[in-house]
């Protein structure tokens, strides 16, 4: 298995990174090669000094030649632009998540024609494509034939490419599979161009002592997934055969549905009443449109038919946070508390 | 008003092109000039010699900076490889369909930058966004808000560029109104590479005394609408307010569903038994495959809404093309059997 992931040095990119060297395997056959491409070197030691890693820095749209030189047997294209940055740039936008995809598309196609194998292609699509369009009020709950409205360039970008995945797929070129992720929470770092960078900001923050802000209001309900579970399932998603994936419409992956309140009620569980304090809700008009237009509820039978499944809790998305940033507890916060 | 028609020698820019000439005004403006590009030149002496008339003839993605140096009110943006040419190459589908809408989206963006006023665009997308991917089988009757699965590159073409005019629309750079126009019959002329050509080719063939292959059984329903209707349609969601049009996702046009052999029933009651006896039934494989992936049956309220309505029945789609072709009704053939 050679594979390629792209966008490797964000924050899915490493994660996934990091599971594949531990697991040594995808699909059933070992890891040959591990190319990681993004515009900023991966940052991590035991990546980058990994014998089966090799990077290739820069943009990449003029790095897709080069890279699709040598044949890969799966790829993860994360690189994009995000939800904030699509906002505010539009060519941008345009530029990074289309261009570049269907570049990309183009040399896994010439791949496939020179060496006939099609090579596997995970997309990781969005919840963003779903949105409220005056002509089709967004439902209720999701189901896997719920008609996306995008209400945002970058939305429109993720379904666009799911599109050209499928019909790449449907011609043979590539063996395509579009899965849409919730919004990863909590995710480690610093906030991002992302509409929903608080997300992960008001638990992340004032686990560490600093002040957050949260432009919605508590009772606004969000779809969200923890590293960890979206991991599990974008690679349940490429290991199952074609047919378990059941054609080509891109797959909702599961989603467990809080408000923002219960969000910070768990942080107050978890950490303590002065960690949650630290959280200020000061509602932002820009960022209200986007989140408030992304379904919170869903219902697919093709997720239940793969069994997977969403967190259990969002407190337990919490202590997974813990554990993986290795956040020293405030004291006197319990642990478990009743 | 300035207008431009893209793909305008094709049957429905032609035939828009004579409608728009006949009103001399389009949303209740004088029609100031209409620039008509296509590959090929207009072939109609009575549209090229008309004073307002501008033609353009040439390859439309390398023409669009020219064409587009000037300011138009509308745009009307007919050109596309058909489905059929779309199947056969990949690489010209992905160049007709794609890169030129996008680059005259691009080319009108430019224009509301230099002007402020953002310009009419209609965009015919295609009854072709639909059809049965496994997993999500194909409604059976069509709605407003049905998922659209397109197992075609063309479908794939069309449902892309409508999410490309819906975000530029809602940034304002665009008012873009794209409709699905159903697959229309009777289209004069010649057989195209379209795969529907046969919905013509089965009754303009025989009524000229020529015999006609039917690709599909006689039991295949389909969603029809005669060219008048259609241009009806057309012209009635350029007109209609933006808020009357609804939100930003394309719009069905009125289908009506007859199977074919309710067709070649009507050629017969039209035009005898000799004639509809021109016709036989050659089922194609890949012809099958297309054509019986489209929806025959539509329900859509933002149709109703409007008032827009499927034609009367087929023999009066026959009847119109009757008319408009001129042509000599056979000998003994009754004008209207009982």
Same mark, same amino acid.
Request: aromatic share 6%; net charge neutral; with cysteine.
């Given at each position: 298995m050679n594979i390629l992931i792209t966008g490797a040095a964000g924050f899915l990119g490493t994660l996934l990174t990091q599971e594949l060297l531990?697991?040594?395997?995808? /699909?059933?056959?070992?890891?040959?090669?591990?190319?990681? %491409?993004?515009l900023y070197a991966p940052?991590?030691?035991?990546?980058?000094?990994?014998?089966?890693?090799?990077?290739?820095?820069?943009?990449? =749209?003029?790095? +897709?030649?080069?890279? /699709?030189s040598r044949d890969y047997d799966a790829v993860f294209h994360f690189a994009s632009a995000v939800s904030g940055e699509c906002e505010a740039d539009f060519d941008l936008g345009l530029r990074s998540n289309l261009d570049t995809t269907r570049k990309l598309l183009d040399a896994l196609r010439a791949q496939q024609a020179r060496n006939v194998r099609a090579p596997l292609l995970f997309f990781p699509?969005?919840? %963003?494509?779903?949105?409220?369009?005056? %002509?089709?009020? =967004?439902?209720?709950?999701?189901?896997?034939?719920?008609?996306?409205?995008?209400?945002?360039?970058?939305? +429109?970008?993720?379904?666009? /490419?799911?599109q050209l995945i499928a019909d790449y797929t449907r011609k043979g070129y590539i063996d395509g599979r579009a899965a849409r992720l919730m919004t990863v929470s909590v995710r480690p770092g610093r906030p991002n161009g992302a509409a929903s960078s608080f997300l992960s900001g008001i638990v992340r923050e004032p686990l560490s002592g600093i002040a957050s802000v949260c432009p919605v209001e508590l009772s606004t309900p969000v779809a969200l997934s923890s590293p960890n579970n979206t991991i599990a399932g974008i690679l349940r998603v490429v290991e199952i055969s074609r047919e378990d994936f059941a054609g080509r419409t891109a797959l909702n992956l599961p989603a467990l549905t809080v408000t923002v309140g219960e969000m910070l009620q768990a942080l107050k569980e978890v950490a303590g009443p002065e960690v949650a304090a630290l959280v200020t809700v000061q509602p932002d008009a820009t960022i209200k449109r986007i989140v408030g237009g992304w379904p919170p509820r869903f219902d697919c039978q093709r997720t239940h038919q793969l069994g997977l499944k969403a967190d259990a809790s969002y407190r337990a998305v919490i202590e997974q946070y813990i554990e993986m940033a290795e956040i020293k507890r405030p004291e006197g916060a319990p642990r478990h508390p009743s």
């Amino acid at each position: 298995m050679n594979i390629l992931i792209t966008g490797a040095a964000g924050f899915l990119g490493t994660l996934l990174t990091q599971e594949l060297l531990k697991r040594g395997q995808l /699909c059933g056959q070992s890891i040959k090669s591990l190319m990681l %491409a993004d515009l900023y070197a991966p940052s991590r030691q035991e990546i980058t000094s990994h014998p089966l890693v090799k990077t290739d820095v820069g943009d990449l =749209l003029t790095r +897709i030649d080069t890279l /699709c030189s040598r044949d890969y047997d799966a790829v993860f294209h994360f690189a994009s632009a995000v939800s904030g940055e699509c906002e505010a740039d539009f060519d941008l936008g345009l530029r990074s998540n289309l261009d570049t995809t269907r570049k990309l598309l183009d040399a896994l196609r010439a791949q496939q024609a020179r060496n006939v194998r099609a090579p596997l292609l995970f997309f990781p699509s969005s919840v %963003a494509v779903f949105g409220s369009d005056p %002509a089709i009020p =967004l439902s209720d709950v999701v189901r896997d034939d719920t008609l996306p409205t995008p209400q945002s360039s970058y939305g +429109i970008h993720k379904f666009i /490419c799911e599109q050209l995945i499928a019909d790449y797929t449907r011609k043979g070129y590539i063996d395509g599979r579009a899965a849409r992720l919730m919004t990863v929470s909590v995710r480690p770092g610093r906030p991002n161009g992302a509409a929903s960078s608080f997300l992960s900001g008001i638990v992340r923050e004032p686990l560490s002592g600093i002040a957050s802000v949260c432009p919605v209001e508590l009772s606004t309900p969000v779809a969200l997934s923890s590293p960890n579970n979206t991991i599990a399932g974008i690679l349940r998603v490429v290991e199952i055969s074609r047919e378990d994936f059941a054609g080509r419409t891109a797959l909702n992956l599961p989603a467990l549905t809080v408000t923002v309140g219960e969000m910070l009620q768990a942080l107050k569980e978890v950490a303590g009443p002065e960690v949650a304090a630290l959280v200020t809700v000061q509602p932002d008009a820009t960022i209200k449109r986007i989140v408030g237009g992304w379904p919170p509820r869903f219902d697919c039978q093709r997720t239940h038919q793969l069994g997977l499944k969403a967190d259990a809790s969002y407190r337990a998305v919490i202590e997974q946070y813990i554990e993986m940033a290795e956040i020293k507890r405030p004291e006197g916060a319990p642990r478990h508390p009743s």
